[in-house]
């Protein structure tokens, strides 16, 4: 990955010099026409590199018999579904990414930011072709013989003019058109700003529901973990009233079940808190909020999960995208800076017609033209011109070096995914082996205590274990989706095989312009 090593040469200069070269003025002016200056955009080459983790793509992940468990394979080379988050096969995600798509501000402004930057590109445009006005005017004067030596004034007259006036910039040096490509490369940046609002968004979709599925299984088992402490707390007053446990058990299973049912409110609190984020997310106001969810056991979680190559990662993410269209800019505001500093060619002229009448306008005698030419070079301005050039050629520095941070983040994410889920795998497989050993561990204390082998606290110590490994397992098998999402997005969430743009973002003087880019 690299650019060549011209950002600080003057070559443009030089090839400037070289289209002055010539014979007559008129091929000389055939030669600056086709001429750019500055430095051609080249775009990176991708990183070289065969994988994204030292020993190349994960082996298969850890199996645990529980929802969400399922060994996941990594196909290297496999390309992305455009619509990724239907992998895990829920009808209620895929209602929330549509409703977001639809509603969110966001995408709405996306969308005109990519509209108003390619009426800039047309806008722009205009300027290589020639500038064309028509003006017309009617005046009723009279001429004083002082002019003449006679005295008094002549008799009043009416006077019309209609004439058309057509002036030209020739882009000898190719400023004009370095101008047309800058303002693309800031229309593809932002195209590629839309792809990541859109990917940014259904991700954080998919995370929401997920995660608000998770709390609502953490607080389901929560209540069902309350609820078999209620049973044990009468358990045990029923032994105490027998006369068989002494009252400090009864009042350390009270104790036990007042500090869980202590953890359900910030659970709540934390789902209250989510439903918030998922309506924002939807486009939705929280008092919006109609009860839709998802549940943990209704979520799929894919075997097959694809992995991109290196090489088309870098086309692939959108923050990539968007950094190398920055990169294209810079670069052609180079071309700019060092056309303004070359000779200014005008070309103009005018044709009209004077009468005393509207009829005799087309009379003849009564036509006026002119053609003229025009050269302009600064020749002192303080050295602004120069530096302006240097402090563009300095932008595509800083331009550069950001695309290489930007595909250095992304590749570090595309890791951080793979760990992920291959480490969350080997927890969630780990967890579930803990709650059960918990889960045994309780029934096995309370027979014991009931034969007076223990004292009640290791009965307590047993079920507040068993507790922590239920709501640890939740979050495991809940993090095992989340991954699975983080991956699609960290691989750039496949916007190349679907359609994001819609009639929001087409210029409206020509909707059709854009319609194949």
């Not at 180079?334 to 002229?349: E, H, K, R, T, Y």
Request: proline share 4%; charged share 15%; aromatic share 6%.
């Amino acid at each position: 990955m690299g650019l060549k090593t011209t950002m600080r040469k003057h070559k443009s200069l030089a090839a400037a010099s070289a289209c002055v070269k010539g014979g007559a003025l008129a091929a000389s002016l055939l030669l600056l026409h086709g001429c750019m200056v500055g430095p051609d955009f080249t775009a990176p080459d991708a990183p070289r590199v065969n994988g994204y983790l030292p020993e190349g793509n994960p082996a298969p992940t850890a199996t645990a018999e529980v929802h969400g468990g399922a060994s996941q394979v990594f196909l290297r080379g496999r390309d992305l579904p455009g619509e990724w988050w239907k992998v895990f096969r829920n009808k209620q995600i895929d209602a929330f990414v549509t409703e977001a798509i639809q509603n969110h501000p966001d995408v709405a402004a996306a969308q005109a930011a990519l509209r108003a930057a390619r009426e800039n590109v047309l806008a722009q445009e205009g300027s290589l072709f020639p500038q064309v006005s028509a003006s017309g005017s009617g005046t009723r004067q009279v001429v004083s013989n002082a002019s003449q030596n006679q005295s008094g004034n002549s008799s009043p007259y009416n006077l019309y003019n209609a004439s058309v006036s057509v002036s030209y910039v020739l882009d000898a040096w190719g400023g004009t058109r370095r101008q047309v490509e800058a303002l693309q490369a800031q229309a593809e940046y932002q195209q590629y700003q839309l792809e990541a609002t859109y990917l940014s968004l259904t991700a954080n979709v998919v995370t929401a529901a997920i995660s608000d599925a998770s709390l609502r299984a953490q607080i389901d088992a929560t209540n069902d973990i309350i609820k078999s402490e209620e049973e044990q707390l009468k358990l045990v007053q029923r032994q105490f009233e027998l006369g068989a446990v002494a009252q400090s058990d009864v009042l350390s299973q009270q104790s036990n079940l007042a500090q869980t049912q202590a953890t359900l409110p910030p659970l709540q609190k934390q789902l209250a808190q989510q439903r918030n984020q998922l309506m924002a997310y939807l486009g939705r106001l929280p008092s919006e909020d109609r009860g839709e969810h998802v549940s943990l056991s209704s979520l799929t979680l894919p075997r097959d999960l694809p992995v991109s190559l290196p090489s088309a990662l870098v086309r692939q993410r959108p923050d990539i995208a968007a950094a190398e269209a920055t990169l294209h800019k810079a670069t052609a505001t180079v071309g700019v800076n060092v056309a303004n500093m070359l000779p200014q060619i005008q070309i103009s002229s005018s044709y009209g017609r004077n009468g005393l009448t509207p009829s005799s306008l087309f009379s003849p005698g009564t036509a006026a033209w002119s053609v003229a030419g025009s050269l302009s070079q600064t020749v002192f301005d303080g050295g602004t011109l120069y530096h302006d050039k240097e402090a563009a050629i300095a932008s595509r520095e800083q331009a550069f070096a950001t695309y290489k941070s930007t595909v250095i983040s992304a590749f570090r994410d595309v890791a951080d995914s793979l760990r992920a889920i291959e480490a969350d795998a080997n927890t969630l497989k780990a967890q579930l082996a803990y709650e059960k050993a918990a889960q045994d561990s309780v029934k096995i204390s309370r027979t014991q205590y009931m034969a007076g082998a223990v004292t009640y606290p290791s009965v307590l110590t047993s079920e507040q274990n068993y507790q922590q490994a239920v709501i640890a397992r939740v979050k495991a098998q809940a993090q095992r989706f989340s991954d699975t999402a983080a991956l699609f997005q960290s691989l750039g969430g496949g916007w190349w095989n679907r359609v994001d743009q819609t009639a929001q973002s087409l210029p409206r003087t020509n909707a059709g312009y854009f319609q194949d880019h």
